[in-house]
């Protein structure tokens, strides 16, 4: 197999490590694994936690009740290297909600967010992106 396509499944399995790993025996030496997850990470998320104190599961996204891992861009990186797997390339797609925000705070060298009780300071623009972030894409191959 050289192509791998896992949208919006890693987050909807109990171990997505086993999946990956399994996987490899099918897998030929230039193979490409192309996923998507949703972002825990998320403004909306983190400011319904905090101003909320609940979160709802819905029927879509990221509190989708099918999920049952939640990954971060750190974690998602981290269930790649740990399974063999090295990501190569990587595309955020923002949160809708969040565009606004995200245009204006994009460009500043460090950025301060306040959403109702909950504030956030000294963001530079990586940690912005992710936070405006709800969707991963990434493309990985085999690590090595």
Known sequence: IDTV?????????VDPWSLLTGLKRYLSEDVQIIASVHNVR????????????????????????????????KSLHRLFEETGYEIDEEYHK????????????????SSR?????FILEDLDKDALTELCTITFYVRAGLAG
Do not use: P
């Not at 396509?5 to 399995?13: A, F, I, N, T």
């Not at 400011?47 to 999920?67: M, P, R, T």
């Not at 967010?113 to 009780?117: C, H, Q, Y």
């Open 42 to 73: 998320n403004l909306m998320l983190l400011k319904q936690l905090v101003n909320d104190k609940d979160w709802e599961y819905v029927d879509g996204g990221i509190l989708d009740a099918a999920h049952v891992r939640f990954f971060t861009h």
């Open 113 to 117: 967010v306040k959403m109702g009780d």
């Open 94 to 109: 923002l949160d809708e909600r969040l565009h606004e925000l995200y245009r204006q705070e994009h460009g500043k060298e």
């Open 5 to 13: 396509m896992l949208s919006d499944v890693l987050g909807c399995l």
